[in-house]
């Protein structure tokens, strides 16, 4: 993008990611940018790593899960094409896996930090 200097079309500062739109005034010469804001509960941007999204997103779920009240927990993945969901939620999937048997581990100890 910026060899071709090009513009990002979506810029993502926490909570809120901007969609710019590039358009064509009436005269179908004029052009200009339109920018859409999108509120969310957290936002991440290309340079956030799988751990950090891991921590903010999924981690908080674990002990909700192993609470003993029959928690459940869905995590959802949304972006363009190309742009990691999968590869991010392989690595979430891996901590997700490590963590609960951590966390059934020690609570087969009798230490269970869930609160079961």
């Known amino acids: 993008e910026r060899n071709k200097k090009d513009h990002d079309s979506v810029t993502c500062l926490h909570p809120a990611v901007w969609v710019h739109s590039a358009k064509l005034r009436v005269d179908g010469i004029t052009k200009y940018l339109d920018h859409s804001s999108f509120a ?12 950090e999204i891991y921590s903010v997103s999924t981690m908080p779920l674990i002990d909700f899960v192993c609470a003993g009240g029959g ?6 993945a949304y972006g ?37």
């Open 40 to 51: 969310f509960d957290h936002a991440f941007d290309e340079n956030t790593s799988t751990e």
């Open 80 to 116: 363009q094409t190309g742009s990691g969901k999968t590869y991010t939620m392989g690595g979430i999937q891996t901590m997700v896996a490590e963590d609960l048997f951590l966390l059934l581990g020690d609570a087969s100890k009798g230490n269970n930090p869930g609160g079961g």
């Open 71 to 76: 928690g459940r927990a869905t995590v959802f």
